[in-house]
T-cell receptor, first 117, second 112 residues
Framework: GAVVSQHPSRVICKSGTSVKIECRSL??????MFWYRQFPKKSLMLMAT?????????EQGVEKDKFLINHASLTLSTLTVTSAHPEDSSFYIC?????????????FGPGTRLTVL | KQEVTQIPAALSVPEGENLVLNCSFT??????LQWFRQDPGKGLTSLLL?????REQTSGRLNASLDKSSGRSTLYIAASQPGDSATYLC???????????FGAGTILRVKS
């Protein structure tokens, strides 16, 4: 099946710093990628849709200036958490769909565990 | 606003049992429904994808059904094994680009 990678898998940073997370589709092209956030023992919440060649679309309540998304190529999307605070600590997962509308399977990256001290 | 609910929240069964995980959604206008498995601290593995026009999908010991009109899906696991222990997530594709809305998951533990 299709493979999606994320880097880094785990990051610990100080409050106020920025952290960049990469999401790559390794064996297919993805014009769209999705970024999710998962709190402990909770489900995944969609943060934004990353669109290659255009601006990301953010879900209601997600601060676009805090969570910067750049879809640099057909295989790479990055999420930058700016001026991170302890409440940003979470598990961030990206996904990329393959196939046509309504018929695709979503492939998920392994996730990035962010801890802000 | 689409809401996805999974029951039970947690389940513990002895090895070899057949079991059913339930998923319900409030808006029946979905594109597809997908079942995932998540191991602790890991990403998601897609198990089964059911298109909105389909009633069920099977893969090995797994069978997923979809009843759009009633807003329900079930994941049936036959002859459960300790290796099946994980969190099982149900998600519905709700729009262009198939953004997914997830349930909270069912934590499954299969005891040997």
């Amino acid at each position: 099946g299709a493979v999606v990678s994320q880097h880094p898998s785990r990051v610990i940073c100080k409050s106020g710093t920025s952290v960049k997370i990469e999401c790559r589709s390794l064996d297919f092209q993805a014009t769209t990628m999705f970024w999710y956030r998962q709190f402990p023992k909770k489900s995944l919440m969609l943060m934004a849709t990353s669109n290659e060649g255009s601006k990301a679309t953010y879900e209601q309540g997600v601060e676009k200036d805090k969570f910067l998304i750049n879809h640099a190529s057909l295989t790479l999307s990055t999420l930058t958490v700016t001026s991170a605070h302890p409440e940003d600590s979470s598990f961030y997962i990206c996904s990329a769909p393959t196939g046509g509308r309504g018929k695709d399977t979503q492939y998920f990256g392994p996730g990035t565990r962010l801890t802000v001290l | 606003k689409q809401e996805v609910t999974q029951i039970p929240a947690a389940l513990s069964v002895p090895e070899g049992e057949n079991l059913v995980l339930n998923c319900s959604f409030t808006d029946s206008a979905i594109y597809n429904l997908q079942w995932f498995r998540q191991d602790p601290g890991k990403g998601l593995t897609s198990l089964l994808l059911i298109q909105s026009s389909q009633r069920e999908q099977t893969s090995g010991r797994l069978n997923a059904s979809l009843d759009k009109s009633s807003g329900r899906s079930t994941l049936y696991i036959a002859a459960s094994q300790p290796g099946d222990s994980a969190t099982y997530l149900c998600a519905v594709g709700r729009g262009y680009g198939n953004k997914l809305v997830f349930g909270a998951g069912t934590i499954l533990r299969v005891k040997s």
